[in-house]
């Protein structure tokens, strides 16, 4: 069983639909838990970042944690075509330093 | 907010001859920085950890005498693809700690350097 699964998707949404993006891990050691975007031929850029349960909000972004059943959870809100990317989640035991990353998830927002 | 330039974003080179890779942190310190390599539709996968002034720690798998790392100073670190050959294609991205406003250490990265062996 790998470290953190995510389903690479593809995922199509209407412009204006929620996106709902998740991912589940085995170790329990995790406590650092991310999301990065990635669009095509550039590297990751740093969505949302999250310290251990709970929920956390940004914008037309929510993450959420629940720990109890290792899932980690990505809501984008009012979705837009610039919102088209693959989007990662990462996590880690020691503070953001060797992270662990999901396949990554390819989001179309269609106009 | 920390950058991190990476440079050449893309190289063709052919089969036997050895390509490096900067990786700069613009306007921070970098003691630490780490090199990933992906694959198309795949995840990133950690290569080694950088650490400036000392040796590359390297994951298990990979080899240190064909994928070379030099951390020569807090702002700089370089990967040396030795003998590439066309299976060493990919697409090569480093990253740098960065302490955010809010206190919490993430991860900056680069945009990513591709690699095409013929």
């Known amino acids: 069983q790998k470290e953190v699964e995510q389903d690479p998707g593809p995922l199509s949404v209407p412009e204006g639909a929620i996106v709902s993006l998740n991912c589940t891990y085995s170790?329990?050691?995790?406590?650092?838990f991310m999301w990065y975007r990635q669009y095509s031929r550039k590297g990751p850029e740093l969505l949302m970042y999250t310290y251990s349960s709970g929920n956390k909000e940004d914008g037309r972004f929510t993450a959420q944690v629940d720990k109890s059943s290792k899932y980690i959870s990505l809501f984008i809100r009012d979705s837009q075509p610039s919102d088209s990317a693959t989007y990662l989640c990462?996590?880690?035991?020691?503070?953001?330093?060797?992270?662990?990353f999901g396949k990554g998830n390819q989001v179309v927002v269609i106009p | 907010g920390a950058v991190v330039s990476q440079h050449p974003s893309w190289v063709i080179c052919k089969s036997g001859t050895s390509v490096k890779i900067e990786c700069r942190s613009l306007?921070?310190?970098?003691?630490?920085m780490f090199w990933y390599r992906q694959f198309p539709k795949q995840s990133l996968m950690l290569m080694a950890t950088s650490n400036e002034g000392s040796k590359a720690t390297y994951e298990q798998g990979v080899e240190k005498d064909k994928f070379l790392i030099n951390h020569a100073s807090l702002t700089l670190s370089t990967l040396t693809v030795t003998s590439a050959h066309p299976e060493d294609s990919s697409f090569y991205i480093c990253?740098?700690?960065?302490?955010?406003?809010?206190?919490?250490?993430?991860?900056?990265f680069g945009a990513g350097s591709r690699l095409t062996v013929l």
């Open positions: 306007d921070f310190q970098a003691t630490t």
């Open positions: 990253s740098a700690r960065f302490r955010s406003s809010s206190g919490a250490n993430v991860l900056t």
């Open positions: 990462a996590m880690s035991d020691d503070g953001n330093n060797r992270l662990a």
């Open positions: 170790n329990s050691a995790f406590q650092y």
